[in-house]
């Protein structure tokens, strides 16, 4: 595609519910990223996928949180057993190859836990 | 771990004015950008800057990575140029970048 779609857009979960957030990367991006972005905070990183290889996992902050991309495409971050503390903005990124270079990002969902 | 400071916190401007942000990192870095984050959330790529100086319109940004700084220059402001710029860096080997805690700026008209 053209940019770096996310699904849905927003998302109301109730405390303990589990949410799956979809990331549809530019065709052909080798490398994928997600972020979390609290309110009036930089993005901090979450994950990193390079193909369908999860190389760097190091910014999950718990084990209820799980990240996929089973065909090197499409990603899809899960979150089990949601906490207020999970409110924030889920934002992915793709670059078009592996060394440094710049990232696309998509427009994040907003997850909100009541 | 690496640290990103930016400067000013925050910025108001009146349109057509020109700004300075700057952007303090605290070791070597591989790599540099600045992005735009809109009020609608969009992070918008800017620039990629390990060193020197590029230019896009009105927008330029010059990274001297001997002396750990960027600085972006914003000329003849508009409303839309408002929202949070933010820089990030790479360091060392790993692939994530390490953002700053930005800048807010808004243009009136």
């Known amino acids: 595609g053209a940019g770096v779609s996310q699904s849905p857009r927003y998302k109301v979960a109730k405390r303990g519910q589990d949410v799956a957030l979809r990331c549809d990367p530019i065709s052909g991006h080798v490398s994928l990223f997600w972020y979390q972005q609290a309110l009036g905070q930089g993005p901090e990183f979450l994950t990193y996928f390079q193909n369908e290889a999860q190389l760097d996992k190091s910014g999950l902050p718990s084990d209820r949180f799980f990240a996929e991309r089973p065909e090197g495409s499409v990603s899809t971050l899960k979150i089990q057993r949601t906490q207020q503390e999970d409110s924030a903005v889920y934002l992915c990124a793709s670059s078009l190859g592996t060394s440094w270079g710049g990232y696309t990002f998509g427009s994040g969902t907003r997850l909100t836990v009541v | 771990g690496i640290q990103v400071e930016q400067s000013p916190p925050d910025l108001i401007l009146q349109e057509g004015a020109n700004s300075t942000l700057r952007c303090n990192f605290s070791?070597?870095?591989?790599?540099l950008q600045w992005f735009h984050q809109n009020p609608w959330g969009q992070l918008i790529n800017l620039f990629y800057i390990p060193s020197g100086t590029k230019q896009n319109g009105r927008l330029s940004a010059t990274t001297v990575a001997t002396e750990r700084y960027s600085l972006l220059y914003i000329s003849s402001s508009q409303t839309t140029d408002s929202g949070v710029y933010f820089c990030?860096?790479?360091?060392?080997?790993?692939?994530?970048?390490?953002w700053g805690l930005g800048t807010s700026l808004a243009v009136n008209p």
């Open positions: 990030a860096v790479w360091a060392g080997n790993n692939r994530k970048l390490i």
């Open positions: 070791d070597s870095v591989n790599n």
